[in-house]
């Protein structure tokens, strides 16, 4: 795939940057560069806008179900190219294959979702409290939209702020992770052989992301900017957005407990801390289990349990058949995952298992970590405040429900969190008082399409999927009409 440069999706065509900047796109797993993009700069984020902007007034006044065709023959294609695209993301992001085919089998039905949504951006009609006066209200798509993405789901991020902002009549400049362009392209690609008119979806790939900061997200004619990344980066954008307040939607980083009842199912309990810490890109996921906390009664059967699922996990390059764990997406990721853990033990932690470099053979050129369990883990140790993102499971234990959900919610953080109980009366009450916008109660296989999906606190704002997901791309009109 090296050789020639990977262009930029700018109004329809394919084209490079002025003066020709690029650069090199790397495979985690063995740091091949395995394709090289073009260096986008001032000049094509102007262009970029520019043609979001002519495209938005026809696009924006299609018919909702005419939009919505494009977008369902965006997910036939994505459908039939699923093989394709999944190798791209095991290419740039280095999860494994059978992981990655999942992620775009998911990321296509935002799609579909968001093509049945447009038809039902419905509106009121209030009554008047006068006579001879009359009231309505209607949703209309906010204009341009930026759209930031990042890395650990180069397909699923990218779909879930595109379809509902093309679904609802907006039109789109997509700045994707500079690790991670080569998905976006691909869903361009799509986007251009599914006939979306040109202009409609841009995307614009660049490594200079305080120049996107400086000046996309400040474009005056960008009306809405759609975030997901980490909670520094999303602080510095609505700073910068503030000067014009510009709408905003946020998707920001997590710090998910993951809490574990006397009464549990064992089984299910150990599935679920082991998927939803170590299979999903390797833990570098937003509402991976950051906390797991266990309570006495039953750690003497989870914990061991626990350890001895790790211990299985086959860690390898994302090809690899059989892989269930990938390289992290860099060294500086790596070993920040691996700070954490050291840390953890300088504080009085027991590291059971895993918690350093993989360097041999198939592990030799990539960013491999040994899947890390540490025990006696305490809230005040930083592997349990900060979002770790990356293969490393810190094991705390409880007495009482009061307890664990005051320590639950003692985060800055409000994105997911997960319980396991058999009682029916405390999933309820624990549901209820955990301040997290996604709560897996005996589940711990995350959203789907069709509910709302966000972070309480500093997680996010606004949320995506569900009906909300194309609200966050409206604004609301109030019409009052003299009828004299
Ligand atoms: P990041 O560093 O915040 O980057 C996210 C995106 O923002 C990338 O496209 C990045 O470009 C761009 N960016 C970086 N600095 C910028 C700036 N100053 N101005 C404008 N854009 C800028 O996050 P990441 O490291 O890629 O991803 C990990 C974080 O994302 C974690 O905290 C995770 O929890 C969060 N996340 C949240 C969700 C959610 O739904 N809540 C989902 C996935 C990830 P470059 O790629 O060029 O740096
Ligand atoms: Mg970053």
């Avoid at 409609?200 to 400040?218: D, M």
């Avoid at 699922?309 to 990938?326: D, N, S, T």
Wanted: glycine share 10%; charged share 20%; hydrophobic share 45%.
């Amino acid at each position: 795939m090296t050789g020639d440069v990977k262009r930029m999706y700018i109004n329809g065509e394919w084209s490079l940057a002025e003066g020709g900047a690029t650069f090199d796109i790397v495979n985690p797993a063995d740091q091949s560069v395995v394709a090289t993009v073009t260096n986008g700069a001032a000049p094509e984020i102007q262009r970029a806008v520019a043609a979001a902007h002519a495209a938005f007034r026809e696009w924006s006044l299609l018919a909702p179900k005419d939009r919505g065709r494009f977008l369902l023959g965006i997910q036939e294609l994505m459908q039939e190219r699923c093989d394709e695209l999944a190798r791209l993301v095991t290419l740039e992001n280095g999860k494994p294959f059978e992981e990655a085919r999942k992620e775009v089998q998911f990321s296509l039905g935002y799609f579909g979702w968001f093509a049945e949504e447009a038809r039902r951006m419905t509106g009121e009609w209030i009554p008047s409290p006068q006579p001879g006066k009359r009231y309505w209200v209607l949703h209309q798509p906010i204009g341009c939209v930026a759209a930031v993405t990042p890395w650990n789901f180069p397909a699923t991020m990218v779909t879930r702020k595109i379809a509902p902002a093309l679904a609802s009549g907006c039109t789109v400049v997509l700045k994707p992770a500079s690790a991670t362009p080569l998905t976006a392209l691909a869903i361009a690609e799509i986007t251009r052989d599914a006939g979306l008119p040109p202009g409609v979806f841009n995307v614009l790939t660049t490594n200079r992301s305080r120049l996107v900061g400086n000046e996309l997200l400040t474009h005056p004619l960008i009306r809405k900017i759609g975030f997901t990344g980490s909670t520094d980066v999303g602080k510095g954008i609505m700073e910068t957005a503030a000067r014009q307040i510009k709408r905003l939607s946020f998707e920001l980083g997590g710090n998910a407990p993951f809490i574990v009842f006397d009464d549990a199912d064992l089984e299910p309990a150990v599935d679920g801390a082991v998927a939803m810490k170590f299979l999903r890109v390797g833990g570098q996921s937003c509402i991976c289990a950051n906390r797991i906390y266990v309570q006495r009664g039953i750690a003497e059967r989870f914990i061991p349990a626990f350890i001895d699922a790790v211990k299985r996990l086959k860690v390898a390059p994302g090809f690899e058949p059989g892989a269930q764990v990938g390289p992290l997406i860099n060294e500086e990721t790596r070993a920040k995952v691996h700070a954490l853990v050291e840390d953890a033990v300088k504080r009085g932690a027991r590291l059971v298992c895993g918690g350093h470099y993989l360097t041999e053979g198939a592990h030799a050129k990539g960013f491999f970590y040994a899947p890390a369990v540490l025990l006696d883990v305490t809230d005040d140790m930083a592997i349990a405040q900060e979002e770790i993102f990356g293969p490393a499971a810190p094991i705390l234990t409880f007495a009482a429900e009061d307890e664990v959900i005051r320590r639950a919610n003692a985060t800055r953080f409000g994105l997911a969190a997960y319980f396991y109980t058999r009682d029916l009366a405390r999933l309820m009450r624990v549901a209820e008082q955990l301040e997290y916008g996604l709560v897996g109660a005996n589940d711990a296989t995350g959203y789907t399409h069709e509910i709302p999906f966000g972070g309480f606190k500093e997680s996010g704002l606004g949320r995506e999927g569900g009906h909300e997901g194309i609200e966050e791309y409206t604004e609301v009109k109030s019409v009052v009409v003299n009828l004299g």
